[in-house]
């Protein structure tokens, strides 16, 4: 669906920047509030119950428009949230091909941002980005 990819293509500008931003002017509760968000989910993952996809698909919402949130631009929350009905549509087919890859990534996302280390939060945000685009569009 043109759509999606064309709704990929801006997410790999808008959140690998928001990364990026989040480590310059992110509070110490806002990671620390993203880290709860991946710790969360993790824990839902390996607990020993049937995975509900709908938890994992509302944490994963939750990570973005926090990583939104922290980056302290409030227009580009905004857009994140007018983006909610694509975001439904990938993030739900992604969790169902690789809930675990995407944990790992947010976590590798977050530590960057703790570390206080721009560039690496940035890469770590467009590789997570283009693994789930491969994930969700594997033919192109």
């Known amino acids: 669906d043109e759509t999606l990819k064309d709704f990929f293509e801006i997410r790999k500008v808008l959140e690998t920047q928001a990364a990026i931003w989040a480590v310059e002017k992110g509070t110490q509760e ?22 509900d996809y709908g938890i994992l698909a509302e944490h994963n919402f939750k990570f973005h ?20 009905d694509l975001f439904n549509e990938t993030r ?21 941002i703790k570390d206080r ?11 997570h980005l283009r693994n789930v685009e491969k994930d969700i569009f594997p033919n192109t």
């Open 117 to 127: 280390r721009p560039e690496k939060a940035g890469d770590a945000m467009l590789v």
């Open 30 to 51: 806002q990671i620390a509030n993203l880290e709860d968000i991946v710790n969360s989910t993790l824990a839902e993952l390996n607990s020993n119950k049937e995975l």
């Open 92 to 112: 739900t087919h992604s969790l169902l091909i690789r809930p675990y890859n995407s944990i790992k990534e947010h976590l590798e996302i977050v530590q960057a």
């Open 65 to 84: 428009t926090c990583l939104a949130e922290a980056c302290g631009n409030p227009v580009l929350l905004r857009i994140m949230e007018n983006l909610i």
